[in-house]
């Protein structure tokens, strides 16, 4: 459960729970507050071991990343697979807003897909990108009980994932609609029992943990699951059931009248659970599975993992609904070589020592990682060159945390051809110069670093880079701050989910700034259809040449005014991006808009979310009565929630 869906108190009460017992809490896909990974006075521990990686990539930042035991890719929920989520205005509380990088009383919205996985290859990457990020942790891929999921596990385990897990139906259903409820998704052991036999049909169990979850209440529930092929096991609905939870089914509501599932801080008073309540569950629910284990006669659970011929039809069940079912499909035990493991014994290889990073790039840096020396280097660059700077980044957030370094401490400058996820999760203190042309994903969850693209200084003078593609797809999707330069035009989905990037480029193919939340893009050439569509929070700027602009905008949740129309503070600020990006880049386009500046002002339109300029006006409202701050931001909040409730 996200922090976010439940109340503070409650998700930091599994957190310490699981630590006390050796176990893993998840984040959900809200992020983390970064306090919590800081030890508490009496010992405990708040910190979640497994960090969410979610379509809506919410607070997704190298410092988030470096700071968990496992990594997790929310493919699909069980509650409501395929299907996205969504937070509403009023339960996005200054707090929430915080950790996950977007601005009070604005609803969120997850996308139903990743736009970064379009394929099995593109799910390789991510979980190469992820395991960039943090060459310790595990990569955890989440994946719903279907029709097929055996078939798609074994082309995750091919892409490299340490952990699949298989979610059921009947998880984390509190705030999902009532028709996924009813109608989506099955039973984890369907989707266990098949994706265990399909992974060991192929011999692939060995090179993966099987995880399940789905409503597990009781040790027996752990056994059948482990019987079914599972080593690991999640829950979460029952947990909660001993913090408090009532079931009342009004979690999107925040009206949760026990206090776990609210951002209401009168509600959230009403919280009685403890840390104790949940670790006494935890062990009666381990006593029962050793009970049951030793009946069985297993010492370990390894040994019981996929034994199903220890389990076996009811046959005294004559209700009418049970007339014909047959479960031989399920307790099915492949026939393999006695040399195919049953269970995860090897692990996977990431082929993290061919990176850049780990060849060259960490020991060249070492004096800005050691005593904040500034470094310079230059080097060359090729398309199977993948993930440039992440290695490095994370441990500039491991050992400088959240801050990372000052800017422009690392410079690190590449000529050629950048293959996929360049710059992706650098922190502050990285900038990444890259004299070509670079791959999809550049930027990727971009953390405070600043990335700057431009053509190769040869090229000759008819290439027009304003005219030419120069990075590929969904650049800087789910990027949490910094700055981009890039002298060039980018494919599909560039800054989408963007929460803090303030990007400059010269052209942008269609989708541009779905579902961004914050930062700002500053468009001096074209941009694709579709643009801003499911955007919430964040500004952007478009050069509109050709005066079809309008035409191209989705209008559904932003307005439209012209740049000209502003405020002098705001068109100064645009004029100054674009010098930056000149200097920077040496970008011919940005120059001579810059030449004819006042001419260029008119034709510049300015596209601002409505919700988003609706808070602005109240924040401006509650400073100009005298208060400042967090006071302002609160009251702004306050006022927004009436309004979206």
Known sequence: MSFGSISKEAHESLAIAMNRIGGKSNTGEGGEDPERFQ??????????????????????????????????????????????????GHKVSPEIARVRGTTPGV???????????????????????????????????????????????????????????IAGHDGGTGASPRSSIQHAGLPWELGLAETNQILLLNDLRSRVVLEADGQMKTGRDLAIAALLGAEEFGCATAP????????????????????????????RKNFKGQPDYVVNFFRFMAQELRELMAELGFRTVDEMVGRNDKLEMRRAIDHFKAKGMDFSKILYKP???????????????????????????????????????????????????????????????????????????????????AGQSLAAFVPRGITIELEGDANDYCGKGLSGGRLIVYPHRTAPPRFIADSNIIVGNVCFYGATSGEAFISGMAGERFCVRNSGVHAVIEGVGD?????????????????????????SGGVAYVFDEAGDFEGKLNKEMVNLYPLIECEDDEIAEVKRR????????????????????????????????????????????????????????????????????
């Open 511 to 535: 989708h541009a700034c779905e579902y961004m939340t914050g930062g700002s893009l500053i468009v001096l050439g074209a941009a694709g259809r579709n643009f801003a569509a499911g955007m």
């Open 335 to 417: 026939e393999v070589a006695p040399e195919v493991g049953t269970f995860c014994c090897q692990k996977q290889d990431h082929l993290l020592d061919e990176s850049l990073d780990m060849s060259q790039l960490l020991d060249f840096c070492s004096p800005a990682l050691e005593s904040k020396e500034k470094v310079f280097g230059e080097f060359p660059i090729a398309n199977v060159n993948r993930v440039v700077g992440t290695i490095t980044g994370a441990e500039v957030s491991r050992i400088y945390g959240a801050e990372g370094l000052p800017d422009d401490t690392i410079h690190l400058k590449f000529t050629g051809s």
């Open 578 to 645: 674009i010098e930056k990006h000149q200097e920077l880049t040496r970008s011919s386009k940005a120059n001579w808009i810059l030449e004819i500046w006042n001419e260029s002002l008119a034709k510049f339109q300015k596209v601002l979310p409505s919700d988003y300029e609706r808070v602005l006006i109240s924040l401006k409202k509650a400073e100009a009565s005298g208060l400042s701050g967090e006071d302002a931001v609160r009251v702004a909040f306050e006022e927004n929630a009436r309004i979206g409730h």
């Open 107 to 165: 609803g969120l919205i997850s996308p139903p897909p990743h736009h970064d996985i379009y394929s099995i290859e593109d799910l390789a990457e991510l979980i190469h990108d992820l395991k960039n990020s943090n060459i310790h942790a595990r990569v955890n891929v989440k994946l719903v009980a279907e029709i097929g999921v055996g078939t798609v596990a074994a082309g995750v385990a091919k892409a490299k994932a340490d952990v699949i897990l």
């Open 240 to 267: 909660l059931v001993t913090l408090g939870c009532l079931m009342m089914r009004v979690c999107h509501k925040n009206t949760c009248p026990v206090g776990v599932a609210t951002q209401n801080p009168e509600l």
């Open 39 to 88: 030890p508490m006075p009496n010992g405990d521990s708040r910190r979640s071991a497994i960090k969410q990686v979610a379509s809506g990539r919410f607070g997704v930042t190298s410092h988030y990343l470096v700071n968990a035991d496992e990594l997790q890719i929310k493919i699909s929920q069980g509650a409501k697979p395929g299907e996205g989520g969504e937070l509403p």
